[in-house]
């Protein structure tokens, strides 16, 4: 009997001899990963509207523009999460929250580095 | 039987890294969905972190090993300016033109949001360890972001096979 009721208790983290950390570190992880999909949209768009943008992602001529979008972006990544990590780290953020932003941040980016759309940024003639 | 230098590193962008990234996918989504305290013992949940944290870190270096490869290692190889590279190729061709304009062009920019938010999965694993057993939201959030990251690759690594088969970068 007593066997059966164990067996129907939920793990607690006693059980497993640690203690609890905060969810605001896992927020801004989260909140980064968005930002930097969205961010390189923006690059994407950027490079295609801007002669002179598109000249400074190319950090690599054999790769071409898209080597300075993608380390751009893991830059602006990097740096958003080091910031939201130093902001959040001893806080208490809605993950729930944080998930929807970065979703729709996401969907920003991913839409924005589809060819027809990010090619309607690009100078008239 | 031999490979040349680039058939090697085409085999290990799309391959090598393409088989852990699956691997670490399925390990990691199973370890992720399964991880609730009312299925698992103590011991169980201990078991399950240690295995799903490899999955996911594994997932997150394979990400990262392919994109890496396929921009700095492949890309240029198939944008080279000869008129046997892979693009002069398809581009020449008004019936294969839009593999490149629209398949490569959309799939050198997505895979990059995979390995992001592979390493986001990655860090929420390792950051709570057996802890996750206790943030549902946590959980899900990772679930969902493991299945966007995957299916992001899988949009790349899917028109990368496509418009290999139809221009081989050779």
């Known amino acids: 009997m007593t066997t059966n009721s164990m067996k129907e208790e939920s793990v607690s983290l006693e059980d497993l001899a640690v203690q609890d950390k905060p969810d605001g570190p896992v927020a801004a992880a989260i909140l980064a990963g968005g930002f930097g999909a969205f961010m390189l949209g923006l ?11 598109k000249a400074l992602t190319t950090l690599n001529e054999g790769v071409g523009g898209l080597s300075g979008k993608a380390v751009f972006t893991v830059i602006v990544w990097l740096a958003a999460w080091a910031g939201l990590h130093f902001a959040l780290r001893t806080k208490h953020f809605d993950v729930s929250r944080a998930l929807v932003i970065a979703l729709v941040l996401v969907a920003i980016g991913v839409v924005t580095t589809i060819p027809p759309v990010f090619v309607m940024f690009a100078p008239a003639g | ?13 799309g391959m090598i890294f393409g088989v852990i990234f699956l691997l670490g996918f399925a390990g990691g989504l199973e370890g992720l969905y399964s991880l609730r305290p009312q299925l698992l013992t103590a011991a169980g949940v201990r078991d399950r972190v240690r295995r799903l944290r490899i999955g996911v870190v594994a997932m997150a270096v394979a990400a990262w090993g392919t994109v890496i490869t396929g921009t700095w290692v492949i890309y240029p190889w198939y ?45 929420i694993v390792v950051y709570y360890g057996v802890r996750l057993i206790k943030h549902e939201r946590a959980r899900r959030a990772a679930l969902v972001l493991f299945i966007l990251a995957f299916g992001l690759a899988a949009v790349a690594g899917g028109l990368g096979a496509l418009i290999t088969k139809t221009s081989p970068v050779l």
Do not use: C, Y
């Open chain 1, 43 to 53: 690059f994407t768009i950027l490079a295609e509207a801007s002669a002179g943008f």
């Open chain 2, 1 to 13: 039987m031999t490979l040349s230098n680039r058939e090697t590193w085409t085999l290990v962008h």
């Open chain 2, 79 to 123: 944008r080279e300016k000869g008129p046997e590279s892979a693009k002069s190729v398809l581009v020449a061709d008004p019936a294969t033109s839009q593999w490149h304009s629209f398949g490569m062009e959309w799939k050198e920019h997505i895979a990059w949001i995979s390995p992001i938010l592979a390493t986001v999965v990655a860090f």
